[in-house]
């Protein structure tokens, strides 16, 4: 660019900010900012990763390099409250061409002059201190993560799953189990002599009994056996037994993960939780326009990072306002911040600021191509600054919440839930085709003409010769005589019964 063509341009500087831009001693040991007697004097050379971009730059650009100096006198009693607005000062009235370091484009400076092109976006995160808990908070938290391995619909899809196994118990028990008294219910006379609303509720209490054994079969990891059950009562518990082993096992492994898994700190969620917050006195005039429902807190008297997060530590303010690169890269500031164990950094962005230069209008433009042809060649200013960042003294950040450990949903666990139902499938099939057999045959039956009063005598004597079989040969012989039984059994008693409501009618 021609405008800056063989002119050496002059950058003053905001102080010392290590490892942005700071002196070396005698010794050859980063400088202290007390010592102003070096700050001042222009032959010491600076150092730091915004003066080793600028240098980068000017290898690649076409001025005469760049000249680095210090704030003036009169900048420091036009700003007082941020070191970066007195350099900004400096370039506006023309004692400096141009100002580095980590400068946020503010509508005041905007006000006093030109920006280069930005060279980066910085974050204001919102910082709070730990909240105390109780030990009903305590309770909730712990009780609460009991139920957080599962999603809710998964909790009710168990619950309808457990319902249906129920209905389908009744509905397939026999004489003869387990389930055997439930049966009793529906064949003694005060089932057949009840009115709708007594069958009704001896119905409901049926199906709750089996709703309460079969839950405490699944919390139990554990499924009834019942050897003299029904055909489809015995094909759909292995379904029943599948779905137990799988979910058992997943909300172990998932509750296991969850309670390794530190306990989060209790912080705020949003601003709106706060009511005064800390800011940087630089973006007071910005913070005011963008937020003016929001009560803030500005130190005014030894402005900058420091003074708002000593005001943050004496509790002036809930929370605090702070771009998370330039605490850490102030040695002094995460000192100064680790000595408060409680004080964390949110995830929580309450504005985003962009970075530049302060330039004069002349050269604005050629610094800009210069800085944009850097990036083109791999100069980033980020990448300076990722690379002199100190190591951090203490970790400022939260606990990776138990949130992001997802809780297991239906489609994670259809598996188990398509083994039941296709074993529910098959078992009703079964059960319905049974009954249509035996109406078949109670047809056939009473097509040969047979009365109800030697229906009666035959089932008398098939009963005795039944429960003399049953003493004699409990099991059977190849384990079909039992089933037979009851079969004839259940068959009679339907015969007996729909004969009499014939013999009503007439």
Not at 16 to 40: C, F, M, Q, W
Not at 168 to 184: E, L, M, P, R, S
Not at 475 to 480: D, E, P, S, Y
């Amino acid at each position: 660019m021609k405008s800056l063509e063989g002119k050496s341009v002059r950058v003053t500087i905001p102080g010392y900010v290590p490892p942005a831009h700071y002196k070396n001693d005698e010794n050859g040991e980063r400088a202290h900012p007390s010592l102003t007697s070096i700050y001042n004097n222009d032959s010491i050379p600076w150092k730091g990763f915004v003066v080793d971009y600028l240098n980068a730059l000017d290898e690649i650009s076409n001025n005469a390099g760049f000249k680095f100096t210090h704030n003036s006198v009169g900048s420091k009693t036009v700003a007082k409250d941020s070191n970066y607005t007195a350099s900004v000062y400096d370039v506006q009235v023309g004692l400096a061409d141009m100002a580095a370091g980590y400068f946020w484009i503010t509508s005041e400076r905007l006000k006093m002059t030109t920006f280069t092109t930005a060279v980066a976006t910085d974050k204001i995160f919102l910082w709070v201190l730990e909240k105390n808990e109780s030990w009903e908070d305590e309770f909730v938290y712990f009780t609460r993560n009991m139920l957080v391995p599962f999603h809710p619909s998964l909790w009710m899809l168990l619950l309808w799953s457990i319902f249906l196994i129920s209905i389908a118990a009744v509905w397939f028990c026999k004489n003869d189990g387990t389930y055997g008294i439930w049966h009793k219910r529906f064949e003694s006379n005060e089932w057949k002599n009840a009115s709708w609303f007594d069958r009704f509720l001896v119905t409901m209490k049926t199906l709750l009994d089996s709703f309460l054994a079969h839950a405490t079969l699944f919390f139990t990891s554990s499924t009834d056996i019942n050897l003299h059950g029904s055909l489809p009562q015995r094909i759909f518990m292995p379904g029943f037994a599948f779905m137990v082993l799988l979910i058992i096992t997943s909300y172990t492994a998932n509750l296991a993960a969850i309670l390794t898994v530190p306990k989060p700190y209790k912080i705020i969620s949003s601003i709106e939780e706060v009511d005064i917050l800390c800011g940087h006195p630089a973006l007071k005039e910005d913070y005011k326009k963008l937020f003016p429902g929001v009560k803030f807190h500005f130190t005014e008297a030894g402005g900058d990072n420091m003074g708002m997060i000593k005001a943050f530590r004496e509790q002036k303010c809930d929370a605090m306002a702070a771009s998370a690169v330039e605490i850490y890269n102030c040695v002094e500031c995460m000192e100064v911040l680790c000595e408060e164990p409680r004080i964390i950094v949110t995830d929580i962005v309450f504005v985003d600021i962009p970075i530049a230069f302060p330039i004069s209008k002349k050269i604005a433009a050629g610094i800009s191509y210069w800085m944009l042809e850097g990036e083109n060649m791999h100069i980033n200013f980020m990448q300076y600054e990722e690379s002199e960042r100190p190591d951090q003294q203490c970790t400022l950040n939260p606990p990776v919440p138990v949130r992001l450990l997802k809780p297991l949903s239906p489609k994670q666990m259809a598996l188990p839930f398509l083994v039941l139902a296709f074993s529910l499938f098959v078992a009703i099939t079964i059960h319905l085709y049974n009954d249509w057999k035996k109406s078949s045959s109670l047809s056939s039956y009473m097509a040969i003409g047979h009365t109800p009063n030697q229906q009666n005598t035959r089932d008398e004597h098939q009963e005795e010769n039944n429960d003399t079989t049953i003493k004699e040969h409990p099991i059977g012989v190849n384990g079909k005589h039992l089933e037979s039984i009851e079969t004839i059994k259940s068959l009679q008693h339907y015969q007996n019964d729909l004969l009499q409501t014939i013999l009503s009618e007439k």
